[in-house]
């Protein structure tokens, strides 16, 4: 018993781990936290800006148009998973000027679309397809912005994005690989539709962009880019509320509503080493391809 009252009083007199960091160190500590909280929150919007600059920077796409790939994916595509299983399309839709319409033709003899719509965060607004909410028999799927109070017309599939951004992520099903099984997926695939809800009555023709060869590559660099990538979100982004607790973290990071990314000198060689430590280990909640 006695033993034991002297090792614990000799415990209590130690100084406690804290204390072994000067102030400094104690701040590159709180620092990296956030870093890496930052990471682990920013993929999705991360991965999803990585997906549109590429699109707006290697092929002659725009918002509001059509990305497709004339051919089964190999190499040249470098998205987190995709299958060459399928003829893809993306439109990536920005609805700051207005509801924007996906029209998605009905399955039939000649093909069918397994697609996705999403937010920026990658969150679901719906299905598309046989296994969405069309039900195969084609639908017009109207995207409108955030806290969107106008009136929607008959004969829509409404989806309320808490985001302005977003896209869909639509796959024209293939029979085979063969030549021709190809050209009758590709064929079905530009009968979809994309357009403002403003040009409903008359709709312009869609716009498609054929990236096939084209080194699409959005994979994610676990590096000071990341947070040049976050920051163009948080730039063009209506905060929602569950992330309103990373205001301030982010603010420490050089991450600020309305200013320019710039962090301090300290900060930024933190930035280069340490997002890697904040995915050791991660491979989950990414939108599958």
């Given amino acids: 018993m006695k033993k034991s009252v002297l090792m614990m009083a000799a415990l209590a007199l130690m100084p406690s781990a804290g204390w072994a960091f000067t102030p400094q160190e104690l701040s590159e500590r709180t620092i990296e936290r956030r870093a ?6 920013g993929i999705p ?4 800006d990585l997906m549109l600059q590429e ?3 290697k092929t002659k796409a725009k918002v509001n148009e059509i990305v497709y790939w004339s051919k089964p994916l190999d190499w040249h595509n470098q998205t987190l998973t995709p299958n060459p299983d399928a003829i893809y399309v993306m439109a990536f839709t920005d609805t700051r000027k207005g509801p924007v319409v996906i029209e998605v033709p009905p399955a039939d003899d000649s093909g069918s679309i397994n697609g996705n719509i999403v937010n920026v965060w990658q969150m679901a607004l719906e ?6 909410a069309d039900q195969g028999k084609g639908g017009k799927y109207l995207v409108l912005p955030p806290d969107y109070s106008g009136t929607i017309p008959d004969g829509y599939i409404p989806l309320q994005s808490d985001t302005f951004g977003g896209y869909a992520l639509l796959r024209s099903n293939l029979a085979s690989h ?3 099984d190809v050209a009758k997926s590709v064929r079905y695939a530009k009968r979809l539709k994309i357009y403002p809800l403003s040009e409903a009555e008359k709709p312009p023709e869609t716009v498609f962009t054929d990236a096939e ?6 994979t994610i ?4 880019s990341f947070y040049a990538s976050l920051d163009r979100i948080i730039q063009s982004e209506p905060w929602l509320t569950r992330d309103r607790v990373m205001i301030g ?8 509503k309305g200013k320019p990314f710039s962090p301090a000198p300290a900060v930024t060689r933190l930035l280069v080493r340490v997002p890697r430590k904040a995915t050791h280990g991660w491979r989950k909640n990414t939108t599958p391809a």
């Fill in 178 to 180: 063969s030549d021709a």
């Fill in 213 to 218: 060869g084209v080194i699409f590559d959005s």
């Fill in 36 to 41: 890496v909280e930052a990471v682990i929150w």
């Fill in 55 to 57: 699109a707006l920077t």
């Fill in 249 to 256: 973290q982010l603010k420490s990071l050089g991450i600020e």
């Fill in 221 to 224: 660099r676990y590096d000071a």
């Fill in 45 to 48: 919007a991360v991965n999803y």
């Fill in 127 to 132: 299905d598309a397809g046989p296994s969405g």
